[in-house]
């Protein structure tokens, strides 16, 4: 079943200029973008800095203006423009892309984790800090620090008290946006592993936004690919990685190093006939203006933008 | 046949003062980088492979450093500040870690480039240098150099900034080039362009790379030697193809094991228990590493771990390789390396 269903979606951004700053142009940063995110999955959406990653995320969050399309929740229609607006912000967290300023420098942890509980419960401070405890305890990080900044932690440490922040309020879907972009090899594996741990223990569907391949195969049921606003390709990570169909794909999968040195030579080369595929078949695989067309269905599970054939 | 010695590191230590007491960051380190080689550091944050780095540049101002550093048989740790500034930028030039602090804000990008060439040749004209800077700025893969080459940083994003901060290394044409994280904070495929871009640039000019990475594809893909560091000291240096096929000191290891996705049968990935000591903590004696695998015995740890040849150009510290096994696995059938098939 689709817990988060996007459909159609568009977010443009006005570019406003001259000397009465009005509206000269416009960024479409998601540009009619459909996708699903099903219960209990992880479902990674990857793309170059600028396709609309991010945006998209925030838009989930309602942390964006909608130019069109909809976006639906279990059964809420979470962009209805009439009728009430539909709260389901304790069900949707999300986790940022950078945890050396995600997380507040002047704040305590006890703060920063209790700050989506305040919003939502009115708690006696007993019972809040009881609460806060039990949430650093079950992303590992010991109780009695609750009253430290988050400076004396390490970046997987800090990026753990950004998660406890996240399942406060027991969500249903954490949508991760580069949760271990800026973390060293050991410790991304130490937040991979738990990330994956929490979300056997509470059930959580995940949406997870990189442009890390190899985190996104390691993660993650199904893929996107995006660029530049629009999904170019979807379907399984096999599928993705093993069999992929749009062009811009294969140059990304080409493009992640070998981690065996003695593949070197075959790989550079390999990665070199892509990209010469990529220029020359440029206009199979997008319009005039470079933009990708509507994704058709190759099998049940996969998905691919090519144009219409005649 | 190996190729002419470039670089040439003895015995270096950097101290930095914390309360009144100097701590070694860099701890009696000794590398040698040789022309049209690229030499990979890799290591866990913390490490000393920036601090590396900058006592090679001479950068490190409030840093003690001890040893020799020779660029081409010169000894860069006995220079003055002015004989300093007329090899670096020239010579041997360095891609910092953090891409915003390395761009001047209010200057255009043209501009930025264009004083870094008149540096080392005063007699360019105008023109020649912007032409020079718009085709650097195509070398590195920005799509529009023509109209980048007005824009001031903050018009750029951070992967465009960063492509910009490689354009300005490599102008002089450099015999070194120091790139740490050169390509963390980009794409993978402009990643790719960028390291095919290092890759040409070494096989032109025939230059020395020392390239500081946490990513291990990209060690694997670029670097001919590998010196891994673990708090302050090489704990193991070879070839690059020694270090992914037979690992042997229990970091280098360990490290390799966490890398996610190299298929899809790993499921969990290693975990490096604890974490880097900091500066003071350090332990000064014995074992740097042992408080991170403490299911090792005891007696396997040596008092004065130092580098050994296990193998024709292969060093590893200590002998706790021979009996080295990860907890999930069997102690007697250790299975060596992740690269296998
Ligand atoms: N608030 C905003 N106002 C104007 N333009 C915006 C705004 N937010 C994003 N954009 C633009 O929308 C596009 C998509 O940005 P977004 O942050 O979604 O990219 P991303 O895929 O997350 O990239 P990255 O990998 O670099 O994080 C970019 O061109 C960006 O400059
Ligand atoms: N100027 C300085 N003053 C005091 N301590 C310093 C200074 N520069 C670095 N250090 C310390 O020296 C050690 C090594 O730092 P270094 O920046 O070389 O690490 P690194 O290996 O480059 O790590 P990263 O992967 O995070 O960049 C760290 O403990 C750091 O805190
Ligand atoms: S015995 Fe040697 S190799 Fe083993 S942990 Fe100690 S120093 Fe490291
Ligand atoms: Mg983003
Ligand atoms: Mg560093």
């Known amino acids: 079943m689709a817990l988060l269903k996007v459909d159609d979606l568009k977010i443009h951004f006005p570019i406003h200029g001259g000397i009465l700053n009005r509206k000269i142009d416009e960024v479409k940063a998601v540009d009619g973008v459909s996708f699903e995110v099903r219960e209990g999955e992880t479902y990674g959406l990857v793309g170059e800095s600028g396709s609309g990653k991010t945006t998209t995320g925030k838009a989930v969050m309602g942390l964006n203006n909608i130019t069109d399309g909809d976006i639906y929740f279990e059964d809420s229609h979470l962009n209805a423009k009439k009728g009430k607006k539909i709260d389901v912000r304790n069900d949707i967290q999300m986790i940022f892309q950078d945890p050396y300023s995600s997380l507040n420098p002047r704040k305590r942890v006890i703060d920063i984790v209790a700050e989506p509980i305040r919003n939502y419960e009115k708690l006696s401070k007993d019972d809040e800090k009881k609460r806060v405890q039990e949430l650093l305890e079950r992303v590992g990080i010991s109780s009695d620090s609750i009253m430290k900044y988050p400076h004396e932690f390490s970046g997987g440490q800090r990026q753990r008290i950004g998660v406890a922040r996240a399942i406060a309020l027991n969500p249903k879907l954490i949508i991760a946006d580069e949760p271990v972009s800026a973390l060293d090899v050991s410790v991304q594996a130490q937040v991979l592993n738990f990330l994956q741990d929490i979300q056997k223990e509470m059930d959580l569907t995940l949406f997870f936004i990189a442009h890390d391949l190899g985190v996104i195969k390691h993660m993650c049921d199904r893929i996107g690919i995006m660029y530049q606003g629009r999904l170019v390709e979807e379907g399984l990570t096999e599928e993705i990685f093993n069999n992929p169909q749009h062009i811009y794909t294969k140059r990304l999968v080409a493009a992640i190093p070998d981690v065996d040195p003695r593949n070197r030579e075959k790989h550079r080369e390999f990665r070199s006939q892509i990209k010469e595929e990529y220029q020359q078949s440029f206009y199979d695989y997008f319009n005039e203006e470079g933009l990708a067309f509507n994704l058709k269905q190759i099998t049940d599970t996969h998905k691919v933008a090519l144009p219409e054939r005649g | ?341």
């Not at chain 2, 070694?24 to 980088?33: E, G, Q």
């Not at chain 2, 050169?182 to 230059?207: F, G, H, Y």
């Open chain 2, 1 to 341: 046949m190996l190729n002419q010695e470039l670089l040439k590191i003895n015995n270096l230590s950097t101290s930095f003062q914390i309360d009144e007491e100097y701590y070694a960051a860099v701890d009696d380190v000794s590398l040698t980088v040789r022309e049209n080689e690229v030499l990979a550091i890799v290591g866990e944050s913390g490490s000393g492979k920036s601090a590396t780095a900058f006592s090679i540049m001479g950068l490190h101002n409030r840093g003690k450093i001890e040893g020799e550093i020779l660029l081409q048989g010169q000894d860069l740790a006995k220079l003055s500040t002015s004989e300093m500034n007329k090899i670096r930028g020239k010579d041997m030039s360095m891609i910092f870690q953090d891409p915003l602090t390395a761009l001047n804000p209010l200057m255009e990008i043209g501009v930025q480039i264009g004083e870094v060439l008149l540096l080392h040749n005063k007699n360019m004209s105008k023109t020649e240098r912007r032409n020079y800077a718009i085709e650097l700025l195509g070398r590195v893969g920005i799509p529009r150099p023509e109209r980048t080459i007005d824009q001031f940083p903050h018009e750029l994003s951070g992967g465009m900034r960063q492509r910009v901060i490689i354009a300005i290394a490599i102008a002089n044409q450099p015999k070194l080039l120091i790139a740490d994280e050169p390509t963390t904070a980009l794409d993978v495929t402009i990643q790719a362009q960028i390291l095919d871009l290092m890759q040409e640039l070494k096989d032109d000019l025939n230059s020395g790379v020392i390239l500081i990475t946490h990513d291990l594809g990209v060690v694997a893909e670029m670097a001919d030697r590998v010196a891994v560091m673990y708090a302050g000291q090489i704990v193991e240096e070879s070839d690059v193809e020694s270090i992914f096929v037979n690992p042997q000191h229990p970091y280098t290891r360990s490290l390799l094991s966490s890398i996610p996705a190299t298929d899809y049968a790993q499921d969990r990935l290693h975990v490096i228990q604890g974490i880097v000591p900091s500066l003071k903590h350090l332990p000064r004696t014995g074992c740097r590493f042992k408080e991170r695998i403490p299911w090792i015995d005891d007696d396997a740890h040596e008092d004065h771990p130092v580098l050994h040849e296990v193998s024709e150009d292969h060093f590893v510290r200590c002998t706790c390789y021979q009996h080295f096994y990860f907890p999930d696995e069997n102690k007697e059938d250790q299975a060596n390396g992740v690269t296998e098939g």
